[in-house]
């Protein structure tokens, strides 16, 4: 070493800790905590959500709960703090649901009518999940009655459109689609939510509703309803009932959208729904969660919410909705990144809290009762960033609030760094068909959610298994969320 190059060396150690200082931490270690995070944890994480073990994570079911305590173990292995010292890391709340053990549906379609004047019936026996399902919160029963198309099951006189004019439901079944009239309009949101429509449809006397889907879904969103049974059956089986009025479910759809107005008729098809089902009304339902505390003294006091749900369809009938997609997917991730905050060395002035939520499947309810009772001393919540499917395809998709432009800078920045995120847009409006987000947006605070491009074929099926998860864009995931996270909170956007 000769003496200038002595000098500069001696130099350089001098400046390097100041340099440090006023940097925070050196973008090497960053890279190397992002670095760090493995698409392996999150692809193992997802595998044991969606094992046979936690029997498809129903909230309120044992495998729930017996998946809520595996990971607030987690957690606490980690090393984060728990919710409450009280509680530990799951904070319960009152959560119903119902297991449905037997359903059966036959059609009984018009064929032709006899000499006697007498009409025959062709009769068919539906396959579960291919051709119906029962809605997951059904009644016990078996129970035969005609069949009446009411478009989109809607009364709400006060908009001055009602499904049900001039119709008699009582001691029949109510066919219908799910939708509203005019899609874009906020007024009718109250009346698309599953639980409005199936209220109406019991409240007039119906035995139950007939949801039209372009195909059969697991759905335990909704209110075990004393008596009632709804379900679920295709387009396709649809189609074999609206044959008696020369049409098809998709003709009669599209009239429905094309003209705004309701298209309502009795049909002679009659329906026989028989279930079996076991309704727990005293249940318990758990969100889990942990945090890592902030450095700085006055910051800390702010809190960055990271967040997924839990949450799936549960098992009925002997079929098993493992929700590897939907959305173990997504609490793999949320749990990638508590370990990653909790145990590398980087700092972070603001805290962060990592939250799976129970009940998102059921109607948000996990989210809804954490936004409502958010830890003390941790009320300001500077933003929360939501995770729903995040394990199939091969680029993620981020819908964010407009305000403060730091989260879309926080992003941005980081994705220039990891490149998997193919679009961001402001989402205006959150309502029933929204994630855990949505709470946290009717309260003004502001959120981040993303999800993995898809497609998510496996919606809500049993076909929803492990097997269909990418590692790879779990893991791509996890590291642009841990660095705009970062950056989030330790101010370091610009
Ligand atoms: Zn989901």
């Known amino acids: 070493m000769n003496k200038k190059t002595g000098i500069i060396l001696s130099c350089l150690i001098l400046i390097w800790p100041v340099a440090y200082l006023l940097a925070g931490e050196t973008p090497a270690s960053l890279k190397k905590a992002v670095a760090s995070i493995d698409p392996i944890l999150p692809y193992q994480l997802a595998r044991a959500m969606a094992s046979p073990e936690f029997a498809g994570r129903l909230t309120g079911d044992e495998g729930y709960t017996k998946a809520a305590r595996w990971a607030a173990e987690k957690f606490k292995d980690w090393g984060l703090k728990p919710l409450a010292a009280k509680t530990g890391y799951l904070q319960p709340y009152p959560s119903p649901y119902t297991l449905i053990d037997e359903a059966a549906i036959t059609l009984y379609l018009p064929d032709k009518t006899g000499t006697d004047g007498q009409l025959s019936y062709q009769k068919i026996e539906l396959e579960p999940e291919k051709d119906f399902l029962p809605l997951l919160f ?272 926080s992003i941005e920045k980081a994705n220039k760094e990891i490149g998997i995120i193919r679009g961001i847009s402001v989402v205006k409006r959150a309502g029933v068909r929204g994630s855990d987000f949505t709470p946290f947006f009717l309260k003004s605070i502001p959120f981040a959610s993303l999800g993995s491009n898809g497609p998510h074929l496996a919606y809500h099926g049993t076909g929803d298994t492990i097997y269909r998860l990418n590692p790879e864009i779990m893991g791509a995931i996890a590291r642009v969320s841990f660095l705009s996270i970062y950056y989030l909170a330790n101010n370091q956007v610009i």
């Not at 107005?261 to 089902?277: D, N, Q, T």
């Not at 929700?323 to 173990?328: C, V, W």
Request: glycine share 12%; aromatic share 12%; charged share 20%.
């Open 138 to 409: 059904s009644d016990s029963g078996d129970k035969t009655g005609e069949l009446v198309f009411a478009g989109w099951g809607i009364s709400a006189p006060e908009l001055n459109y009602d499904d049900y004019a001039g119709l008699e439901v009582k001691g029949k079944y109510v066919l219908c689609f799910r939708g509203t009239p005019e899609p874009g309009r906020a007024e009718f949101q109250y009346y698309d939510e599953h639980r409005t429509r199936m209220k109406t449809a019991r409240d007039k006397g119906a035995l139950g509703l007939i949801y039209i889907y372009p195909d059969v879904q697991a759905n335990p969103n909704g209110d075990w309803l004393s008596g009632f049974m709804p379900a679920m059956i295709s387009e396709k089986v649809a189609g074999q009932i609206f044959k008696e009025i020369n049409s098809t479910a998709a003709d009669v759809k599209k009239a429905l959208q094309t003209y705004q107005r309701p298209i309502s008729f009795p049909l002679k098809s009659r329906l026989a729904y028989s279930v079996k089902s076991r309704h727990f009304p005293e249940a318990t339902g758990y969100n889990i969660a942990g945090w890592v505390e902030g450095s700085n003294p006055k910051l800390k006091k702010e809190l960055i919410i990271v967040g997924g749900h839990f949450d799936h369809c549960g098992r009925h009938l002997g079929l098993l909705f493992p929700g590897a997609d939907d959305n173990a997917s997504g609490s793999a991730v949320v749990m990638t990144l508590a370990r990653a905050f909790s145990t590398n060395k980087l700092k972070t002035e603001r805290s962060i809290m990592f939250v799976l939520f129970g009940g998102e499947e059921m109607g948000l309810q996990g989210s809804t009762y954490f936004v409502e009772h958010l830890p003390a001393g941790l009320t300001q919540v500077m933003a929360m960033f939501n995770f729903d499917m995040e394990g199939e395809g091969d680029g993620a998709w981020c819908g964010l609030s407009a305000e403060p432009p730091a989260i879309r800078e």
